[in-house]
T-cell receptor, first 113, second 111 residues
Framework: DSGVTQTPKHLITATGQRVTLRCSPR?????VYWYQQSLDQGLQFLIQ???????AKGNILERFSAQQFPDLHSELNLSSLELGDSALYFC????????????FGPGTRLTVL | DAKTTQPPSMDCAEGRAANLPCNHS???????VYWYRQIHSQGPQYIIH???NNETNEMASLIITEDRKSSTLILPHATLRDTAVYYC????????????FGQGTELSVKP
């Protein structure tokens, strides 16, 4: 158990819909990262937040957005969903100054039908 | 970040040492070698990292060649629970939050 929690574990929705994935980092970790893992693309970095501020951006689609709240939990919002958005979405967190050592949550499996 | 090359798959007998190689011939002086693993559909798990000296922790050992162009992750006594995809990542420590995962090596530990 990494100490990072993600909800829900599974999500099934239809094309065109919007969903919100939630992540709670390990206690004391200020940085949160989001990754997408699909069969054809592998593990891809989406975005990083540090203490509420966006810190780094990867291959995140414009239909996707994220935020980190004052209590440090983070949400990833996915809208206008397409079949190709079906994937595992992982959240990770790290201690201050150690972005290289990330602790990953169990993931949310999103299925878009 | 330097590119890495890993074999796509390896087998190992339970109880034996698993030696997972990684080539990173374009590594630069300030880049570290990191290893993560991902057990089927679970979140990746940090294993170990190093710069140029060999490193050991409770999970594994990391051997980095003197020229730093390759490294080997050693699981000294592999168990069935070590079956996973192992990722070798090379990056600068303070380069920002992005971890770049390649295809990794799928290690199968067999009884």
């Amino acid at each position: 158990d990494s100490g990072v929690t993600q909800t829900p574990k599974h999500l099934i929705t239809a094309t065109g819909q919007r969903v919100t994935l939630r992540c709670s980092p390990r206690s004391g970790d200020l940085s949160v990262y989001w990754y997408q893992q699909s069969l054809d693309q592998g593990l891809q970095f989406l975005i990083q937040y540090y203490n509420g501020e966006e810190r780094a951006k990867g291959n995140i689609l414009e239909r996707f957005s994220a935020q980190q709240f004052p209590d440090l939990h983070s949400e990833l919002n996915l809208s206008s969903l397409e079949l190709g958005d079906s994937a595992l979405y992982f959240c990770a967190s790290s201690v201050e100054g150690r972005v290289d050592t990330q602790y990953f949550g169990p993931g949310t499996r999103l299925t878009v039908l | 970040d330097a590119k890495t090359t890993q074999p796509p798959s390896m087998d190992c007998a339970e109880g034996r040492a698993a030696n997972l190689p990684c080539n990173h011939s374009t590594i630069s002086g300030n880049e570290y070698v990191y290893w993560y693993r991902q057990i089927h559909s679970q979140g990746p798990q940090y294993i170990i990292h190093g710069l140029k000296n060999n490193e050991t922790n409770e999970m594994a050992s990391l051997i980095i060649t003197e020229d730093r162009k390759s490294s080997t992750l050693i699981l000294p006594h592999a168990t069935l629970r070590d079956t996973a995809v192992y990722y070798c990542i090379v990056r600068v420590v303070f380069a920002g939050g992005k971890l770049i995962f390649g295809q990794g090596t799928e290690l199968s530990v067999k009884p």
